[in-house]
């Protein structure tokens, strides 16, 4: 009988663990993972003074608490004639070599974010160094977003899905839509919202067949003992 409740102890003991990496992996936040995607479809980054000097940008991903204040700030954010709104593209920007004058003239940062159309509807929002959010004027390319910036830290491109209009047989034309570009219903490359985490899906199957293995094992173990005893 000893050697049978020692059996399922281990069992047990094993289970519990198995269920703990599960919960490990459910409790791993999406946001670092969102943030990280959003930043990946940003490729080169370049800035211009307003003198024609060029400088020399630094980027890198937002945090996962960075990422989640910028969704909750474009969440609630009014953008007109918007149907939908979601991030395409985030990260944090600076720019060690530039003087304070050039910075109070403005520096034109250029992004280059594939999923990005001429004729799309984007918008470029910055957050400034008090916490606060603005929204910039932005020229819209194929493959490409410029802003005029008067300082540097956490920038969104925001990819917008207009209403449609019924003046005009469905389609868009309601001008702009703050941001510099034409209104239309192109769409751009998929937003970089993340859906679960990967690891999570991943390890839920197998935690669960070794927790059945464990049992089952422990199971057999104990019809051996007692056949013995």
Not at 106 to 134: C, I, L, N
Not at 163 to 191: F, L
Not at 213 to 229: D, E, H, P, T
């Amino acid at each position: 009988m000893k050697k049978f409740m020692k059996i399922m102890a281990f069992a047990m003991a094993m289970t519990l663990v198995f269920g703990m990496t599960v919960s490990a992996a459910e409790s791993v936040t999406t946001e670092e993972e969102q943030a990280t995607a959003a930043f990946a479809v940003v490729g080169t980054v370049g800035a211009v003074a307003s003198d024609g000097t060029v400088l020399e940008v630094q980027k890198a991903a937002l945090t996962g608490e960075q990422y989640t204040t910028a969704q909750t700030f474009v969440a609630s954010a009014t953008i007109e004639n918007a149907a939908s709104k979601s991030i395409l593209a985030a990260l944090d920007v600076s720019v060690p070599s530039v003087t304070a004058d050039q910075l109070a003239q403005g520096v034109t940062v250029t992004f280059a974010v594939p999923g990005v159309r001429a004729g799309g509807s984007y918008v470029v929002f910055h957050q400034k160094a008090d916490g606060t959010w603005e929204q910039l004027a932005a020229t819209i390319a194929d493959g490409s977003v410029s802003a005029t910036f008067t300082s540097f830290s956490p920038v969104v491109v925001v990819e917008v899905e207009l209403e449609a209009s019924n003046d005009n047989g469905g389609s868009n034309d309601s001008g702009s839509n703050d941001s510099g570009s034409d209104s239309s219903n192109d769409t751009a490359a998929a937003p970089a919202e993340a859906a679960v985490s990967p690891k999570t899906g991943e390890m839920l199957p197998a935690a669960g067949i070794m927790a059945v293995i464990c049992l089952a094992g422990a199971s057999f173990c104990a019809v051996k003992v007692r056949k013995n005893q």
